[in-house]
């Protein structure tokens, strides 16, 4: 599987176009990908070719790609067994289980992804796009619309400490 910039789009449509946001995504994300790096003077072609022979000749860069892909590969696993039951749940009439499994993943959700944030913050790691801190404020405000305890007062206390990632940006 080779890497392929995202900047590389098939589409040709103008990125001024309101329906092509994930054009625009792709260019923040690119963008941010290559922030702080020698990089940034580098062609999508150029980056591409560059990813692709790293990862077949370099071990570090070997071993940070697949570390990468496996959890990636996880964690979609883990969103998609979540969906499932909660559809299961939905299609049974037992909205409060389908809710209950939501909520978990949520939580789960917020944490990494602000321990992602911080981590990235900390130790000037890589530049994220907007779209990591919409979520955050989305689920900020859901929680506040839809207050919810887990039950366990530590994951709680982690997902307080999660959303409060938003109160320095």
Not at 31 to 43: M, R
Not at 69 to 85: D, P, Q
């Amino acid at each position: 599987m080779g890497i392929r910039s995202g900047a590389q789009s098939a589409n040709p449509a103008s990125n001024t176009s309101p329906t092509n946001q994930m054009s625009r995504y792709l260019d923040a994300q690119q963008e941010a990908l290559v922030s702080g790096t020698a990089a940034t003077n580098l062609s999508d072609v150029e980056r591409s070719r560059l990813m692709n022979e790293s990862t077949r000749t370099n071990l570090a860069a070997q071993l940070w790609f697949r570390s990468a892909m496996m959890g990636i590969a996880s964690g979609t696993g883990a969103r998609m067994a979540v969906e499932i039951r909660a559809l299961e749940s939905l299609r049974a009439g037992r909205i409060k289980d389908a809710i209950r499994d939501l909520e978990e993943a949520l939580d789960g959700d917020i944490i990494v992804l602000a321990e992602h944030l911080r981590a990235g913050q900390k130790g000037k790691l890589f530049k994220h796009t907007r779209q990591p801190l919409e979520a955050l404020q989305w689920a900020k405000h859901y929680r506040l619309k839809f207050p919810h305890k887990s039950g366990n007062p530590a994951t709680d206390d982690r997902v307080k400490y999660g959303l409060s990632y938003l109160d320095n940006e």
